[in-house]
Structure formats: C-alpha cells, structure tokens
C-alpha cells in the first residue's frame, strides 16, 4: 500500500499549487472522519477560503498554506535535494496554524516518504502520551527555538520508535478499514490518500 500510493503522490507533487493541495488535505483530516475528506476537499477545491470545511483554525492554516505555498513547497524541494534535514522541514509545517506535529508529520510523510502521523489510534496502540511532543509557548525566543527542535527531534525519534513511516502507514490502514465498514479494504483506504488530491477523474502521476 505505502510503497505504491505514497510514492505516487511524492512524485505527483511537483510544484506550488500542488503542494497545496496535499498540504490542504491533511488540514481538512483534522477531527475529520477519513472517508469525508474527499468530499471537503471538492469543497475546498471551489470555493478556497470560503468553503465552509474549513471552520475556525482550519481557515487560517490554509490561508497561511495559500500564501506561503511557493516558500513551503521550496523547503520540500530543499529537504528531497538533501540540502535540508528532516527536521529542518518539519520545523516549517509547524508553522502553519492549526498544524501540530502529528499532522505536520502526516504532510511530511505523503511528500517525502519520512514521518508520519501519531494519531489518537496510534496513540492508544502505542501507549503513548501525546503531551510530550506538545510544542509549549516560551516567553523568551531563545528558549521557544529549543522548545520546538526538541519536540520535534523527539517526535521523530518516536516514529522510528513505532516502526516507521511505511510501517505506521500499513498498518493504520489495515485498522481503519477492519474498524469502519465503509471501505472496500485496506488497499482502499490507502489509495485514498491520492484519490483525494485529483482534480478531475482520470488524472494522474505523470
């Protein structure tokens, strides 16, 4: 499932516009059952900022992804050229408002193939207390840097930790799909992470 549908949208993610689009995917997965985010994302798609998916922080991340796309999807090009680290990249996604490390990891994860996302199932799976990659606010900016490098080199220590990207992936798909009867199977499930980003049937990778 990951070798296939994670690879096609890496390669299917080549310029600005498109990484919006993906960036906007896992905005819209927030609090969000799986199954609808195809159906806000074709929202999304018409009406951008006014769409009424995107209510409260979810507005303000995808603005902030709209207009910063260009720099945000330069950090990708700068991370996959290895002229960046990984948590150089994720040290970006978490600027984007309402994107914590889970769902940073989860963007980080569909363009790059690195991360992931440590969801609540994850997070009950693994028996993990999600307060500890919480970026806490710091008065002086100093100590705000450390406080985020620190949380995100241990997020990152957690994922490998877990398995790893294509592992957590997998396996969080083969769940979802056993614990929804929405889904035809696990292949599904996967194969929705780039279903979601086409803009008209047909489309594809190339």
């Given amino acids: 499932m990951y070798a296939q549908d994670q690879a096609r949208i890496e390669r299917w993610c080549k310029n600005p516009d498109k990484f919006l689009t993906v960036a906007t995917m896992v905005l819209l997965s927030i609090r969000m059952q ?21 209510w409260a922080f979810k507005r303000d991340g995808y603005v902030y992804l709209r207009d910063n796309r260009k720099a945000l999807y330069s950090h990708v090009r700068d991370y996959r050229a290895g002229r960046i680290w ?28 690195h991360a992931g996302c440590l969801d609540m199932h994850n997070i009950e799976r693994f028996g993990l207390d999600p307060s500890v990659w919480m970026i806490r606010p710091r ?40 614990s929804v009867g929405t889904f035809h199977n696990a292949d599904d499930v996967s194969r929705r992470h780039w279903i979601y980003l086409l803009d008209l049937p047909g489309d594809d990778d190339e």
């Fill in 139 to 178: 008065r002086d900016p100093a100590a705000q840097v450390r406080e985020i490098d620190d949380k995100i080199a241990l997020y990152l220590k957690l994922i490998d930790a877990c398995g790893g990207s294509e592992k957590l992936w997998d396996e969080w798909c083969e769940w979802l799909n056993d």
């Fill in 86 to 113: 990984l948590d150089d990249l994720m040290r970006e996604f978490v600027k984007v408002p309402g994107l914590g490390l889970p769902k940073a990891g989860f963007l980080a994860q569909l363009l790059t193939g």
């Fill in 34 to 54: 799986w199954v609808g985010v195809g159906t806000q994302m074709a929202s999304v798609r018409k009406l951008g900022a006014n769409s009424p998916c995107l």
